[in-house]
Every structure is written in C-alpha cells, then in structure tokens.
C-alpha cells in the first residue's frame, strides 16, 4: 500500500507545500489532487523561495514524477506561467503530467467567480477570484472543458460554441456584465493546448502503474477539511470535487482507495483563516496581531500566498483539529509554525465549546450554532525561546513539549514531524512516517 495523503487540517495555509516538499525525498510520485490555482503552497529550500499554485510541490527533486490529477481545475495561463517561473529559476519541469481529463478554468470563470461574489453582497464568501469555483460547479453540471479538449480542437470548438452562448446569456441576462467572444476564447484556448500539449497524459494509468510497482506516492491535498463542500463551515467552503479531505485523493488521481496507507495531516499549531465564515477561536487583539505578523519583515507573515489578504489568526483550536483527524483518518500529524508561539510568555488551546449553556465537543452543522460557539480555554506555559534551530524533539524547551504532546493528546494521533521554520530542514522527526528507523 504505497501512497500518503497529505491534507491541512484546518482552513488551509497549514503548511501543505512544505510538508510534501519535505517528504518527497522519499516518494517517486507526487501528486495533486484537488482544487485550483485558489491553493498558494509555498516552498523554501536550497533553490529559494517559490510559491506554487498548481504544480505539486515534489517538483524540486528533479527526477520524481510530479502529477497535477484528474481532481484538479487547471487555469492554463496559472499553469504555463508557473511553469516558465520554474524553469527560469532552474528547476527542471521535464517529469510534470497533466491529467488529460482535468478540468480547464476558462475564461468566463473567473468573471463568473467576482460576478457571484457581488451578487452575495453582505454574504459573500471572500473566494480567492481565481474562477475555482464556478469550474467546479461546471465540472458537476456537466458543462466542462477538460485538457484533453484544448488538444482536440475540432471537439473543442463544438462544446465552446454551445457552452459560451449559455455563459454569455448568464453574464449579460443574470448579472448584466459584458458577453466574451467566441474567436478570442477558441484562439485563446487553442494557443495554451499547444503549450500544454506536452504534458497532458492519462496521469491514473501513470499512478496505477506506479503502485504496482509497490513505488511511494505521494498525494497532495489542498486548502483544509474545515473549507471542505461536505465537512466545512458550510457554505463557506471551497467547491473541490473530489474533497479536500483525504477521502478525495483517491478520486483525484485515480486510484482505488486500498491504495491508500497512511494520512499526513498538516496542522498549525494555532489557527488561521481567509475569507469569511465561523471561526470560533478568533482573536481581535494584539494577540492575534503578534500572531499575523511574525515573521512578515521575512515574508513569511500571516498574509495569503495566492490573494495577500491578512489572514485572521486565533488560538489552536483542539476541538476542531480532533474533528478533521477523525474525518481524514490521520495517522500522522505534521504540525508546523511552532516557532511562531515562542513570543508568548502564554499560550492557550480551545478544548470545548459552550453553545447555550451547553458544552460542545464537535464541530455542529448548523451555520448559526458554528457563529455562536464560545470557546473554552486551556491556558499553558510559553517558553520564551527561539527554537527555529532545534532539530530534537528532547533539545525543545520543556514547555514546547509539553504543548506539542498536549495536541497530540487532543488529537488522539502521534505528531511525528514539527516544523520550526519554512526551510526545508527546519523540521523535527520523532517518528519516520514510512516505517524506517530514524
Ligand atoms: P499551504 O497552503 O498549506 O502550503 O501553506 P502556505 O504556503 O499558504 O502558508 C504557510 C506559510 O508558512 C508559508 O509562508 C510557509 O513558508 C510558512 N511556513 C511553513 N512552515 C513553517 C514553520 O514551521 N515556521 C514558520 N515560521 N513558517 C513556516
Ligand atoms: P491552500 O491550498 C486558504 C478559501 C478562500 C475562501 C474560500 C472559497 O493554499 O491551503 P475559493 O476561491 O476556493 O472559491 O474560495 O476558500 N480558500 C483558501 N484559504 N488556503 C487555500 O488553499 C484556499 N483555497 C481557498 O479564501 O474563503
Ligand atoms: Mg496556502
């Protein structure tokens, strides 16, 4: 059973990239599974500094197989300039493979996606704009383009004209914007299927055939199971299809679920959101500040990779962290930015709820019980210390432990990496998450 799924588990930005960055080294195929260019997933290592939308972030390695999955929604101008970012900056793109039946962002999205937003007004979502959700919402009604179109361009002109003139009578009749024409979108979609060409392929088979060879793969969530259509603070979600939850990654890049070995859940050690929605834990105050902008002179500050929006910043949430381990069947936790709570002389983790004067212990599923939830604190030891340079779970200050062993209590699931720095060997291993001895 040779593939490990890699998902946030909170509302995204938990440090996904430089997680898989950091467990490629191990695995022949990494792999993308859902969502679009709305993911930002940064990565620091002996090339620089990069952040990827889209392409997986095993890519650094050279000669891995890097897959961007049926699972996801790929806007080729995001993809080619991506690409061309990579090889200007020296790392080698020769190994990517787009599924050939990905869905394409097309033009008429991401006016779409900003159209919607308006439209919500007081309920908008805060989406990232990037035309993600309504191809998602395509891909399900039926009315997609995937890869495999742009490289067929008599199919592709047969479903563009059909599609487009519903579009258009959308754009114009619904929300009183301005029509596209057809020549521009076909020229348009023509031009990036050349570009694009040589790297669409059937990537299941590539994936399949790699399992049965017993080869390690590793698949790349994005966003977070708090933003997930089924599981999240719903509707203030993402639209991925297949989940951002690890049960999606199967379906991402096709493959049957015994494939599947063991789950990396990526957390923070204290919460973060974009956009709008429920998020119990929340802080308005010079405490959430230090949170936001630790780190910001480096760049490495609570501000979004895909949008640069501040990011709302709050307190580990222990309740939620236990509801998306046991949605995603996490086996092992990665939990990053630990360094970060070394300013405060005091840290604190949410353990329950009360909600009308009842206690809490799991995330409800109605919106107005999720806004009204009160946390109840449990209040620990600071340890006042650097530790980026700590690379032994024993050398971090006893107060560090202590709170690094109280999430994994609240957890129920062993914290076997902790990140103490974006960089690449910024990181602590208690435990070699694929069966090696350390
Ligand atoms: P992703 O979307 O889950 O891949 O996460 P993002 O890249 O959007 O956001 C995570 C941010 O935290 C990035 O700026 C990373 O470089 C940074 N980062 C990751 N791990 C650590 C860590 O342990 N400490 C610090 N200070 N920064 C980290
Ligand atoms: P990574 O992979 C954080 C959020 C948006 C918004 C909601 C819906 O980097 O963790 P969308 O554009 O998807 O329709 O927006 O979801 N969102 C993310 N927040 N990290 C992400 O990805 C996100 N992808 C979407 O801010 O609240
Ligand atoms: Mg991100």
Same mark, same amino acid.
């Given at each position: 059973?040779?593939?490990?799924?890699?998902?946030?588990?909170?509302?995204?930005?938990?440090?996904?990239?430089?997680?898989?960055?950091?467990?490629?080294?191990?695995?022949?195929?990494?792999?993308?599974?859902?969502?679009?260019?709305?993911?930002?997933? *940064? %990565? #620091?290592?002996?090339?620089?500094?990069?952040?990827?939308?889209?392409?997986?972030?095993?890519?650094?390695?050279?000669?891995?197989?890097?897959?961007?999955?049926?699972?996801?929604?790929?806007?080729?101008?995001?993809?080619?300039?991506? %690409?061309?970012?990579?090889?200007?900056?020296?790392?080698?793109?020769?190994?990517?493979?787009?599924?050939?039946?990905?869905?394409?962002?097309?033009?008429?999205?991401?006016?779409?996606?900003?159209?919607?937003?308006?439209?919500?007004?007081?309920?908008?979502?805060?989406? *990232?704009?990037?035309?993600?959700?309504?191809?998602?919402?395509?891909?399900?009604?039926?009315?997609? %383009?995937?890869?495999?179109?742009?490289?067929?361009?008599?199919?592709?002109?047969?479903?563009?004209?059909?599609?487009?003139?519903?579009?258009?009578?959308?754009?114009?009749?619904?929300?009183?914007?301005?029509?596209?024409?057809?020549?521009?979108?076909?020229?348009?979609?023509?031009?990036?299927?050349?570009?694009?060409?040589?790297?669409?392929?059937?990537?299941?088979?590539?994936?399949?055939?790699?399992?049965?060879?017993?080869?390690?793969?590793?698949?790349?969530?994005?966003?977070?199971?708090?933003?997930?259509?089924?599981?999240?603070?719903?509707?203030?979600?993402?639209?991925?299809?297949?989940?951002?939850?690890?049960?999606?990654?199967?379906?991402?890049?096709?493959?049957?679920?015994?494939?599947?070995?063991? #789950?990396?859940?990526?957390?923070?050690?204290?919460?973060?959101?974009?956009?709008?929605?429920?998020?119990? $834990?929340?802080?308005?105050?010079?405490?959430?500040?230090?949170?936001?902008?630790?780190?910001?002179?480096?760049?490495?500050?609570?501000?979004? $990779?895909?949008?640069?929006?501040?990011?709302?910043?709050?307190?580990?949430?222990?309740?939620?962290?236990?509801?998306?381990?046991?949605?995603?069947?996490?086996?092992?936790?990665?939990?990053?930015?630990?360094?970060?709570?070394?300013?405060?002389?005091?840290?604190? %983790?949410?353990?329950?709820?009360?909600?009308?004067?009842?206690?809490?212990?799991?995330?409800?599923?109605?919106?107005?019980?999720?806004?009204?939830?009160?946390?109840?604190?449990?209040?620990?030891?600071?340890?006042?210390?650097?530790?980026?340079?700590?690379?032994?779970?024993?050398?971090?200050?006893?107060?560090?432990?202590?709170?690094?062993?109280?999430?994994?209590?609240?957890?129920?699931?062993?914290?076997?990496?902790?990140?103490?720095?974006?960089?690449?060997?910024?990181?602590?291993?208690?435990?070699?998450?694929?069966?090696?001895?350390?």
């Amino acid at each position: 059973m040779p593939a490990t799924v890699v998902i946030g588990g909170q509302w995204g930005d938990e440090g996904k990239g430089r997680v898989v960055d950091f467990f490629a080294r191990d695995c022949a195929v990494i792999a993308r599974y859902s969502a679009g260019s709305n993911a930002g997933h *940064t %990565i #620091v290592n002996e090339r620089g500094r990069f952040a990827l939308h889209l392409v997986p972030a095993g890519i650094f390695y050279g000669q891995k197989i890097c897959v961007i999955g049926n699972g996801v929604v790929i806007h080729p101008q995001a993809l080619v300039s991506e %690409i061309k970012m990579l090889e200007d900056r020296g790392v080698d793109t020769t190994q990517l493979l787009v599924s050939n039946r990905a869905h394409v962002v097309m033009p008429w999205h991401p006016v779409i996606d900003k159209l919607d937003e308006q439209l919500r007004g007081e309920h908008a979502i805060g989406t *990232t704009g990037t035309g993600t959700g309504p191809a998602f919402v395509d891909k399900a009604g039926r009315l997609g %383009i995937r890869t495999v179109d742009l490289v067929t361009p008599e199919a592709l002109e047969q479903k563009l004209r059909f599609v487009l003139e519903y579009k258009n009578a959308v754009i114009t009749k619904l929300y009183g914007g301005e029509p596209l024409r057809y020549e521009a979108v076909r020229d348009e979609c023509h031009e990036y299927g050349e570009l694009l060409r040589p790297y669409i392929a059937d990537t299941a088979v590539v994936a399949q055939d790699a399992e049965a060879r017993g080869e390690q793969l590793l698949l790349e969530g994005a966003q977070g199971a708090l933003l997930d259509l089924d599981s999240g603070t719903y509707p203030y979600v993402t639209s991925s299809l297949p989940a951002s939850i690890a049960a999606g990654a199967c379906i991402g890049v096709g493959l049957g679920p015994r494939a599947i070995a063991r #789950v990396v859940g990526v957390y923070k050690a204290y919460q973060t959101r974009v956009g709008h929605g429920p998020m119990p $834990t929340e802080l308005f105050d010079a405490d959430g500040d230090a949170l936001r902008d630790h780190g910001r002179a480096q760049g490495t500050g609570e501000y979004g $990779t895909t949008t640069g929006r501040p990011r709302r910043c709050g307190w580990f949430d222990g309740v939620l962290a236990r509801y998306t381990a046991r949605l995603n069947g996490v086996t092992s936790v990665a939990l990053t930015r630990l360094d970060v709570l070394a300013q405060f002389e005091r840290v604190k %983790i949410c353990t329950g709820y009360e909600l009308e004067g009842q206690r809490v212990d799991t995330l409800p599923g109605a919106l107005t019980a999720m806004t009204a939830l009160e946390p109840i604190y449990e209040e620990l030891p600071g340890w006042r210390e650097e530790i980026s340079h700590v690379r032994t779970f024993g050398d971090l200050p006893p107060a560090a432990r202590a709170y690094v062993q109280r999430v994994e209590q609240l957890l129920g699931v062993p914290v076997d990496m902790i990140s103490v720095g974006p960089e690449r060997e910024q990181a602590i291993v208690t435990r070699d998450i694929f069966g090696g001895t350390l």
